[in-house]
């Protein structure tokens, strides 16, 4: 079974540009959730979708956004970056009947110059 | 709500060393428990997990017990290796007022010397 896929890899960006972020889940999961991983700040939550409804949402301004479709996949937006936005964003998927343990993707690599 | 301290490292060892990196929660009743892991330039992968009170999760030689005394998970391997050598994070679900999501501590970095 092919596990969580995340594009791009790799991104660099401007100041006051956005990007949007891609999630294919684990066949079959519903539940997508979404991290920033810095060094200065570790692993912080920033959303989580099931049945494309947004249940939870961690403290992230709402430049912050995200979204997910009938088949599961799922997409996060980052408006007009800054700097700080530098990060590695890591999707995560977890079957319906236990979310408590997620599968991770590889992450986007974003670079704000 | 829902927390998780974590020895921050780093942890330098040499190869077949004994490794124990020191986790301990907070928490409302008894949530499942996990190790993760995350090798250079990679996502996390889940190591082990435990979901109640004295399980003990196991994989790859790594070994953590779920301690409700002492409200600790601590990770433990008898004899690591080169390729053991990664960010080590524990998590347990809930934390910040969300269920929907994973509460991590802020990583251990392990490097192993040949």
């Known amino acids: 079974k092919a596990g969580v896929t995340q594009t791009p890899r790799y991104l660099i960006k401007t100041r006051g540009q956005q990007v949007t972020l891609s999630c294919s889940p684990i066949s079959g999961h519903r539940s997508v959730s979404w991290y920033q991983q810095t060094p200065g700040q570790g692993l912080q939550f920033l959303f989580e979708?099931?049945?494309?409804?947004?249940?939870n949402k961690g403290n992230f301004p709402g430049r912050f956004s995200g979204r997910q479709f009938s088949n599961s996949r799922s997409e996060m937006n980052v408006s007009t970056l800054e700097l700080g936005d530098s990060a590695l964003y890591l999707c995560?998927?977890?079957?319906?009947?236990?979310?408590?343990?997620?599968?991770f993707g590889p992450g986007t690599r974003l670079t704000v110059l | 709500g829902n927390s998780v301290t974590q020895m921050e490292g780093p942890v330098t060892l040499s190869e077949e060393a004994f490794l124990t990196i020191n986790c301990t929660y907070t928490?409302?009743?008894?949530?499942?428990l996990f190790w993760y892991v995350q090798y250079p330039g990679e996502g996390l992968q889940l190591l082990l997990k435990?979901?109640?009170?004295?399980d003990k999760g196991s994989n790859k030689g790594f070994e953590a017990t779920y301690r409700k005394e002492t409200t600790s998970f601590h990770l433990e391997k008898g004899s690591v290796q080169v390729s053991d050598s990664a960010v080590y994070f524990c998590a347990l679900p809930g934390g910040g007022g969300s269920n929907y999501k994973l509460t991590f501590g802020k990583g251990t970095l392990l490097t192993v010397n040949p």
């Open positions: 995560a998927s977890s079957l319906p009947t236990d979310y408590n343990e997620q599968f």
């Open positions: 928490a409302t009743g008894y949530p499942s």
């Open positions: 435990a979901t109640k009170a004295d």
């Open positions: 979708y099931f049945s494309e409804t947004q249940r």
